[in-house]
């Protein structure tokens, strides 16, 4: 059996991933997926979030170790949660058989107006100075990270009540946005086998830093051709079939 490991990003949770995984395990019948939450966000709200990236990675690989969990795994992430899978593979690529990585953005290959664009900044900004009442901030998000909104109204309600039942702090959020600005990705592939997938309409980080990684590493990169940032979202079936295809026979025996 196969373990997959499903990474999120900044300030968001395993609710986040919402229908996914049952797509994703549907796709992979056989294999575990577990979705754990950074420190600082979801089940874990209350523990302070790392500063670093690497802080990241020590709680992960610790979590793993206290639930038993035998390694290699596979990792599937996006954004920060991509970075933390990138350092995990770095640090310790005896327990990583292979990385996803969605949507990511990672120096030194991109600058920082296409890691972040600009036209975002005004949102982000007010979402953290007044972000008015969660439906209103959850909407804005969703804006930002689907080209499909209008087809995903629905989820802003769970993502208000995963907001309400476990909220992050400001100070965590910015730990995390102080992590994220500061890590830098190595020259080389931490491990052989990296898929990148990308979104060519992401409006929150611009794919070209995907293809940028890509033609660093010399790995596979997919790219969709109209998904927004949170391609999980917005088209769970085509990233499943991805990875199910890049896996080939390991995903009928994972």
Same mark, same amino acid.
């Not at 600009?118 to 209103?136: C, E, I, M, V």
């Not at 999980?232 to 025996?253: C, I």
């Given at each position: 059996m196969t373990t997959w490991i499903f990474l999120r990003g900044l300030t +968001?949770? !395993?609710a986040h991933? @919402? @229908?996914?995984?049952?797509?994703?395990?549907?796709?992979?019948?056989?294999?575990r997926i577990l979705t754990p939450d950074l420190p600082g966000n979801g089940q874990r709200h209350r523990e302070t979030s790392p500063a670093s990236v690497a802080g990241m990675v020590a709680a992960c690989r610790a979590e793993v170790a206290r639930q038993g969990i035998a390694t290699p795994v596979h990792l /599937?992430?996006?954004s920060l949660g991509a970075m933390v899978a990138i350092e995990w593979a770095r640090v310790a690529?005896?327990? %990583?058989?292979?990385c996803v990585l969605i949507n990511t953005s990672v120096r030194p290959f991109?600058?920082?107006?296409? +890691? /972040?664009?600009p036209h975002n900044h005004t949102t /982000? /900004? +007010?979402?953290?100075?007044?972000?008015g009442s969660p439906q209103d901030a959850e909407r804005a998000i969703l804006r930002m990270t689907s080209n499909r909104a209008q087809t995903h109204e629905q989820v802003i309600q769970d993502w208000v009540s995963a907001r309400a039942q476990r909220p992050v702090s400001a100070a965590n959020a910015l730990r995390q946005l102080v992590a994220a600005a500061r890590f830098t990705a190595p020259a080389v592939a931490p491990i052989p086998q990296v898929l990148l997938l990308a979104s060519e309409h992401d409006r929150l980080v611009d794919s070209r830093c995907s293809q940028a990684l890509a033609n660093a590493w010399?790995?596979?990169?997919?790219?969709?051709p109209t998904a927004g940032h949170d391609l999980p979202l917005d088209d769970p079936g085509? %990233? !499943?079939?991805? %990875?199910?295809?890049?896996?080939?026979?390991?995903a009928a025996v994972s």
């Amino acid at each position: 059996m196969t373990t997959w490991i499903f990474l999120r990003g900044l300030t +968001r949770e !395993a609710a986040h991933w @919402g @229908g996914f995984t049952a797509v994703f395990q549907r796709a992979m019948p056989a294999a575990r997926i577990l979705t754990p939450d950074l420190p600082g966000n979801g089940q874990r709200h209350r523990e302070t979030s790392p500063a670093s990236v690497a802080g990241m990675v020590a709680a992960c690989r610790a979590e793993v170790a206290r639930q038993g969990i035998a390694t290699p795994v596979h990792l /599937l992430a996006m954004s920060l949660g991509a970075m933390v899978a990138i350092e995990w593979a770095r640090v310790a690529p005896a327990e %990583v058989a292979a990385c996803v990585l969605i949507n990511t953005s990672v120096r030194p290959f991109s600058p920082f107006y296409q +890691r /972040l664009l600009p036209h975002n900044h005004t949102t /982000l /900004l +007010r979402l953290a100075l007044a972000p008015g009442s969660p439906q209103d901030a959850e909407r804005a998000i969703l804006r930002m990270t689907s080209n499909r909104a209008q087809t995903h109204e629905q989820v802003i309600q769970d993502w208000v009540s995963a907001r309400a039942q476990r909220p992050v702090s400001a100070a965590n959020a910015l730990r995390q946005l102080v992590a994220a600005a500061r890590f830098t990705a190595p020259a080389v592939a931490p491990i052989p086998q990296v898929l990148l997938l990308a979104s060519e309409h992401d409006r929150l980080v611009d794919s070209r830093c995907s293809q940028a990684l890509a033609n660093a590493w010399h790995c596979p990169l997919a790219m969709h051709p109209t998904a927004g940032h949170d391609l999980p979202l917005d088209d769970p079936g085509w %990233v !499943a079939d991805q %990875v199910q295809q890049w896996r080939g026979n390991d995903a009928a025996v994972s």
